[in-house]
């Protein structure tokens, strides 16, 4: 398939989908190489983006999305009435960052980090579809592990997870150690 058919072709598919497709399903429903589809999609987020489009393609982490521009949010909300971003609590915004760095977390290690309950705010989360089930951990009890979801992602404004701004993370070994010492 030649370059230009290829880039029309995954237009489609990302309008038509209005959701993530990943690299590897737009390659596989193209007959075609991963690495072809990536460069595709990358020259056609660009064009989009030096020319100023009412949309964009944005790269999430494996996937590939369209959506409207940031520029034209305004006339978006006004034309469709859609809701703003999802208002966040401090306790809530706290448990998405442990989340966000820590994934995938356990609410138990939530909890260890910020000192309270933290159900509430991972229910709260899990209905703005910031985070997801990721699955269970290997110990008894089974807990269900969180982890953020492309949603996530599109509020935040980030490609991926690795453009999070660094943090000192709290080690809990180490913790449970230095919380000791204190109290003696």
Sequence with gaps: MEFEQLQRAIEAILFAA???????????????????????????????????????????????QMVSSGEMADYV?????TRKPPKLSGAQLESLTIIAY???????????IRGVDSSYSISALMNKKLICEAGRLNVPGRPIQYATTPDFLRTFGLNSLDELPEIERVSFGETAEAEQKEER
């Design 102 to 112: 820590y994934q995938p977390a356990t609410k138990a290690m939530v909890e260890q």
């Design 77 to 81: 909300t006004k034309a469709l009435e």
């Design 18 to 64: 209005g959701e993530p497709v990943e690299t590897a399903r737009l390659a596989h429903a193209l007959e075609t190489d991963p690495v072809e589809v990536l460069r595709a999609a990358q020259a056609l987020a660009d064009t989009y983006a030096f020319e100023r489009r009412g949309v964009r393609i944005v790269r999430l982490e494996g996937a590939f």
